[in-house]
């Protein structure tokens, strides 16, 4: 980047060490987890920011971005880096914008809504909402690290959402302040269902200044391991649990094996040959599940109160996306897929992939609530990966039989699975990012200046 940049960019920013242009830390802070996938690996190898800048305020990410604006410099946002997709990875150079440091929690207020700034780490907010009585309704595995703003722009759901659904679902997220990349950046309050324009949009079509997150009232929880000798006993067992009402749950997940052979420093949870379910439940039931699972034929192997994110063992650090790093920490050839199976035939789902592909796809079960409050089988299995092609086979035979894939092998907003049918989040980016220098290449269906097919500019 042209040195003259750097230096107006310090002087606007008004401190040197928020302006960072050491080559290591920027392309350390250009990276997220894309190396899950080996075809994300070919294309974003290399790809690096030119200088990072750290706002502290919605005030700095207007200058940035005026800045930026006039001279035609991309801008991505980075909250901790923790996203699958290569989706904080800035495809053109520039600036990369490090929200770390807007990391303040405003209010947890009395009827349970956390108002914060998108750089607040998913697990001081976890902590913070406890010691008022609440807690997240649903978060990522990487809840310790990742961002709410990043969470925001990246993710999806994951523990909680058994219960809670997904983050888009039930007004979890209650509003949102971007700051727009126009000549005179804007700063804009998104509440209710215009949420959406920006949720999921990897950043592309504005900045996350501010957040209104709901939270849901704190339970006591517990963590239990059972092991089946069969996967059809425990994926019985597991669904019985999730789909009753009955059940307070925060985590209800199935592995098969080999899978909890990877689970190097938890071994002695899994006995050899066997499928694991892992569940967070609320204290008071936690007798009750292990006589349940007991009847049901499964074997308890651990059963503990959870003192909170420090507990040890952390059963999430297993669950979620997490699972695939296990998998690949043993051999480099695992990466994984995101799937949905029908809760009404994911037996002959799940049968006809073992058919197909064998071994190829190991189970890994999520269970999962949605918008409609159907709770069902999701699922981020482990996918022995040998060629591009073969992988895509198995995306087309699970379209193919009813199982809902999101491909994490691709690189742009739409392409991934979240992107919503009704264009909100292209037509958001037209209106908020006419030059497109929000993580260009990201939104493949926004064209400058111009209006895509189909989409209208208003
Ligand atoms: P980043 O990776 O920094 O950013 C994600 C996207 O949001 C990028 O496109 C970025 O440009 C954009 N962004 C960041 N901040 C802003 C902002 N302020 N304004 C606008 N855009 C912004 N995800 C799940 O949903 N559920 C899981 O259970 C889960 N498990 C995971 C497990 C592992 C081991 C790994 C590696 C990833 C997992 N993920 C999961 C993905 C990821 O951790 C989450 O989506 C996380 O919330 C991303 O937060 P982050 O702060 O790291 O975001």
Redo the contacts with the bound molecule.
């Keep these: 980047m042209d040195p003259k940049h750097i230096a107006e960019l310090r002087s606007l920013i008004g401190d040197p060490a928020r302006v960072i242009v050491n080559p290591q830390m920027v392309e350390q802070l250009s990276r997220?987890?894309y190396w899950?996938s080996p075809v994300l690996r070919k294309q974003l190898d290399g790809k690096v920011g030119e200088v990072v800048v750290q706002p502290l305020s919605a005030g700095d990410v207007q200058k940035t971005l005026r800045y930026c604006f006039l001279n035609n410099i991309p801008v991505?946002?980075?909250?901790?880096?923790?996203?699958?997709?290569g989706?904080?990875v800035p495809l053109e150079g520039g600036v990369v914008?490090d929200?770390?440091r807007?990391d303040r929690i405003e209010e947890i207020t009395k009827d349970g809504v956390a108002v914060c700034q998108?750089?607040v780490?998913?697990g001081d907010l976890e902590n913070e909402g406890r010691k008022a009585g609440w807690e997240l309704r649903?978060?990522?595995?990487?809840?310790i690290?990742?961002?709410?703003?990043?969470?925001?722009?990246?993710?999806?759901?994951?523990?909680g959402?058994v219960t809670h659904g997904?983050?888009r679902d039930f007004q979890t997220v209650r509003a949102i302040e971007?700051v727009t990349m126009e000549p005179e950046p804007r700063i804009v309050l998104h509440e209710g269902e215009a949420v959406h324009e920006?949720l999921?949009?990897?950043?592309?079509?504005?900045?996350?200044?501010r957040i209104w997150l709901a939270l849901t009232p704190a339970v006591d929880w517990s963590q239990c391991v059972v092991a089946f000798d069969s996967f059809n006993a425990a994926f019985d067992f597991s669904e019985q649990i999730a789909v009753d009402e009955r059940w307070i749950k925060r985590l209800v997940t199935v592995f098969e094996w080999p899978i909890p052979s990877f689970f190097t420093p938890i071994l002695h949870y899994a006995p050899e040959g066997h499928t694991l379910i892992f569940f967070m439940i609320a204290s008071s039931q936690l007798s009750e599940l292990e006589a349940a699972a007991r009847k049901a034929g499964g074997k308890v192997t651990h059963s503990a109160a959870y003192p909170g994110l420090h507990a040890r063992p952390l059963l999430?650090d297993y669950?979620?996306?997490?699972?695939?790093?296990w998998a690949i920490r043993t051999d480099e050839a695992y990466t994984y897929l995101q799937c949905g199976f029908s809760h009404e035939n994911a037996r002959e789902q799940l049968r006809r992939l073992r058919e197909k592909f064998g071994m190829e796809i190991l189970f890994h079960m999520?269970f999962m609530k949605n918008g409609d409050g159907i709770v069902f089988p999701g699922a981020?299995p482990v996918v022995y990966y040998t060629t591009e092609e073969r992988l895509n086979e198995m995306i087309d035979f699970c379209r193919e039989i009813g199982v809902w894939v999101a491909n994490p092998h691709v690189n742009n907003v739409e392409g991934g699975g979240r992107y919503r049918p009704d264009n909100v989040q292209l037509l958001a980016k037209q209106k908020y990012d006419p030059k497109g220098l929000?993580?260009p290449g990201?939104m493949v269906t926004f064209h400058s200046q111009s209006s895509p097919a189909g989409a209208s500019t208003k």
């Design positions: 997220d987890f899950y991505t946002a980075r909250g901790a880096g923790t996203g699958n997709y989706q904080a914008l929200l770390a807007m998108p750089g780490r998913l649903c978060y990522p595995s990487t809840i690290k990742a961002s709410v703003g990043g969470f925001l722009g990246g993710g999806s759901g994951g523990i959402t997904g983050l971007v920006i999921h949009a990897w950043g592309t079509n504005g900045i996350i200044t999430s669950t979620w996306n997490h699972t695939t790093l999520e981020i929000l993580n990201k």
